[in-house]
């Protein structure tokens, strides 16, 4: 072929193909740990999400959910989500900005800056959506936002969505934002800066050490955002949080529904102005449909609820330490904090966490795995709710106890290493 004056052209190359991604090391992983049986993500449940559920056919103790104060299956809630339906339909297919504002995001958001001790509130559609919205809006050119290094994956997003710059520091370690800090505050022109942390880490189940990183923020005039997902309901005077227990006056609080309110969707709550700010220039407000009103209503009506009935929080918490104190009687690397619904179970490696994952399944208990990068170590995420019983947390510590004496995750990993090359997956993932 010639180009019209009589010199060859070149043969066509071959673009770069945008899926050519997708087929990888980490999917094969995938789709092996599926045939052998030690897939722990995407799994199909069948009931109602409660102290046990069905899966494949059997019940077992679930010890993979978030439902602290157990409202998911409370009577009032799914009344209220019921009647929600009844009287505003399925949807309200639009965003908060037009026509998806309704009675019952007002009345949640009153209550929620009431309960967390802020002017405003302002609900979204979910609690990642209220960080990346919030973070991404207020973090403009020549701002920056600090977050913990273990701080929640919507915090991250909405910094690297933000104009501004990002910046990390070790996990609870005030040492390490001091530092920051100050070199942020010693650049000429340097912007705003926001502090970004979990009050409860959601795979550890650590407090953030609020007092001292409060403290920082006023010295080098920083505002300070306490996300406190894995905290509200279970901690602080009527469950309003980390930051409520620990006496500190936080800038701005996030909040979500998915948590202990027994629903989905999420909320910042702050100062009217900055509240009102979002309102008319954060795009996931603007620019995304609002809530469904069975949300709306189920995660009002578990609100009210959380804040009444102290006694669920006394149940989870002294469960949760049941479970802490049994696991580690019985040899298990136990990670977390006393006054968290959280039990994490450090394993030695990738194969061994996904065996303990499965014996524990073919015993009557569900958890969750997590893997690197998403936590340091390979580990199962446990926690309780408080609609658990002893004898649930016990017929969980029984499992536990029959894998560890008989040896069970250890002769398993012998048996699969005979006959498939395990390598750690290159980009592995977690769910919970």
């Known amino acids: 072929m010639t180009n019209g004056q009589g010199a060859a052209e070149a043969p066509p190359t071959s673009s770069p193909d945008i899926f050519a991604k997708c087929p990888s090391k980490t999917l094969d992983d995938y789709r092996a740990a599926e045939e052998l049986g030690l897939n722990p993500f995407y799994r199909e449940l069948s009931s109602e999400i409660g102290p046990t559920i069905r899966y494949a056919g059997t019940e077992v103790v679930m010890l993979g959910s978030n439902n602290y104060l157990g409202l998911t299956t409370d009577p009032r809630v799914k009344k209220a989500a019921m ?55 207020l973090v403009q050119d020549g701002d920056a936002v600090f977050c913990d290094s273990a701080a929640h994956a919507s915090l991250v997003d909405g910094a690297r969505l933000a104009n501004g710059a990002l910046r990390a520091f070790f996990h609870n370690r005030p040492n390490s934002l001091k530092r920051g800090l100050r070199s942020w505050r010693s650049q000429p022109g340097a912007g705003g800066v926001l502090v970004a942390v979990d009050g409860i880490y959601s795979m550890e189940g650590d407090w953030a050490p609020l007092p001292e990183i409060k403290a920082l923020c ?12 894995h905290a509200l309901g279970v901690v602080g005077p009527q469950g309003a949080g980390t930051a409520a227990a620990t006496g500190v006056r936080a800038d701005l609080i996030m909040g979500t529904f998915s948590k202990s309110l027994a629903s989905c969707g999420g909320f910042i709550a702050g100062p009217a102005d900055v509240i009102g700010f979002l309102r008319l220039f954060c795009r996931p407000i603007l620019f995304t449909a609002s809530n469904v009103p069975a949300s709306l209503a189920a995660a009002l009506t578990a609100a009210k609820i959380a804040r009444q009935e102290d006694w669920r929080r006394e149940v989870v918490l002294r469960l949760a330490e049941r479970l802490r104190d049994g696991l580690a009687d019985l040899g298990y690397d136990v990670g977390g904090n006393t006054q968290s619904c959280i039990v994490p179970v450090h394993v030695d490696d990738l194969v061994g966490t996904g065996l303990l994952w499965r014996a524990l399944l073919d015993r009557g208990v569900y958890t969750n795995c997590s893997l690197p990068p998403a936590v340091p170590r390979p580990m199962l995420r446990t926690s309780v709710m408080a609609t658990h019983t002893e004898e649930h947390v016990d017929r969980a510590l029984d499992a536990f106890g029959e894998i560890a004496r008989e040896g069970i995750v250890d002769a398993e990993r012998e048996r699969l290493l005979a006959v498939w090359q395990l390598d750690e997956p290159s980009e592995p993932s977690q769910v919970g």
Do not use: K
């Open 83 to 137: 009647e929600a339906v009844a009287r505003y339909g399925t949807g309200v297919t639009g965003s908060r900005l037009l026509n998806g504002t309704l009675p019952l995001h007002t009345e949640l958001e009153e209550l929620l800056a009431d309960w967390v001790g802020m002017e405003r509130a302002l609900v979204f559609t979910t609690g990642y959506t209220a960080n990346l919205g919030l973070i991404s809006t």
């Open 218 to 229: 006023d010295q080098y005039e920083a505002r300070l955002l306490v996300d406190e997902a």
